[in-house]
């Protein structure tokens, strides 16, 4: 089954103390992307990555890091997290696409508390 | 400025009547794309359309219809006969760039509730 996973689903976790999410897609997808939902605001970009060791940030990239070392894997580091990172965050994978087409799939979704 | 404008918070709409969801975008691209996404309560995010900045008719998938007016920069949703499951929110987003990068902005969203 096509799919992108996230893990975990639910994190409570202290300030400071280092975190990853990973997320990993079996559909051979270039794009990957985070994003964080807050009430109010939507989804916001953190990174992207069009492929293996490209990466770039989106809209909101303070405090969090990303690697793409392989197609499959696109984890999200928080190095310290605070707790105004306490959000829902979801990873999403795309084709990459040359004119903008290709609408992405999305994992369900991790829910981050910082306390 | 907002890439991304969806000015209804809330909407409320009869079971079997069409509803329409409004989005604005900005950008300076010429090639871009626009997609519509819906959150249920459950959390998972759906794709549900997606309008071409070069397409010239407006996009269809079964209930769901585009209305793309590209000088006014707007895409709209329409959702024809609704069903108490189509109550969610529902996202408005923006692919642009192409080839070294490809940015994805999404609007704030726009609540509808389906009433039997």
């Known amino acids: 089954e096509a799919q992108v996973t996230q893990n975990p689903r639910y994190l409570i976790t202290v300030t400071g103390k280092k975190l990853t999410v990973t997320c990993s897609q079996n559909m051979n997808h270039e794009y990957m992307s985070w994003y964080r939902q807050d009430p109010g605001l939507g989804l916001r970009q953190i990174y992207y990555?069009?492929?293996?060791?490209?990466?770039d940030k989106g809209d909101v990239p303070e405090g969090y890091k990303v690697s793409r070392k392989e197609k499959r894997n696109f984890p999200l580091i928080l190095e310290s997290p605070s707790p105004n990172q306490t959000s829902l965050y979801f990873c999403a994978s795309s084709l990459n696409s040359l004119y903008s087409n290709q609408p992405q799939h999305f994992g369900d979704g991790t829910r981050l508390s910082i306390l | 400025a907002q890439k991304i404008t969806q000015t209804q918070p809330g909407m409320f709409v009869q079971e079997k009547e069409a509803v329409t969801l409004d989005c604005t975008y900005d950008t300076s691209d010429q090639s871009y794309g626009l997609f519509w996404y819906k959150q249920p309560s459950s959390g998972e995010m759906i794709f549900l359309i997606y309008q071409g900045s070069y397409d010239e008719q407006n996009a269809t998938e079964g209930r769901y219809s585009l209305n793309f007016q590209k000088a006014r920069k707007s895409a709209n949703l329409v959702i024809s006969a609704s069903q108490l499951g189509d109550s969610a929110m529902y996202f408005c987003?923006?692919?642009?760039?192409?080839?070294?990068?490809?940015?994805?902005?999404f609007g704030t969203g726009t609540k509808l509730q389906v009433i039997p």
């Open positions: 990555s069009m492929n293996v060791e490209v990466t």
């Open positions: 987003a923006m692919r642009e760039g192409r080839g070294g990068y490809q940015k994805v902005t």
